[in-house]
């Protein structure tokens, strides 16, 4: 069955950097378009950054422009979400979603797969 496995979350200092992977297994991974979003209790998931399937394309949320990198290894079924300059905001539980249809490139959260989630908390 399709896994999406992510990992490299964990507790960092305000200023600090993460490097968040995401690893897929039971899928043909480089014919879909990958991403990650966030979501802290009470409020809705929220998308961060996406790729497209043969990483020509990105895009970022307004609020991690600058700040995140997203890209993808497709020889190691791999997607990461490299962070710097955390901020206190960015704490949330971080989710890797693999959509084959692209719309997540626009941000749109219906993906065909989701993984489990990995916690960021940032320290101020």
């Known amino acids: 069955q399709v896994q999406l496995v992510e990992s490299g979350g964990g507790l960092v200092q305000a200023g600090g950097s993460l490097r968040l992977s995401c690893a897929a297994s039971?899928?043909?991974?480089?014919?879909?378009?990958m991403g990650w979003f966030r979501q802290v209790p009470g409020k809705e998931r929220e998308f961060v950054a996406a790729?497209?399937?043969?990483?020509?394309?990105?895009n970022y949320a307004d609020s991690v422009k600058g700040r995140f990198s997203i890209s993808r290894d497709n020889a190691k079924n791999t997607v990461y979400l490299q962070m710097n300059r955390l901020e206190p905001e960015d704490t949330a539980v971080y989710y890797c979603?693999?959509?084959?249809?692209?719309?997540?490139?626009?941000?749109?959260?219906?993906?065909?797969?989701w993984g489990q989630g990995t916690q960021v908390t940032v320290s101020s």
């Open positions: 790729i497209s399937w043969g990483g020509g394309r990105t």
């Open positions: 039971g899928l043909p991974f480089s014919i879909y378009s």
């Open positions: 979603a693999a959509d084959q249809s692209h719309r997540i490139l626009s941000g749109h959260y219906s993906c065909d797969y």
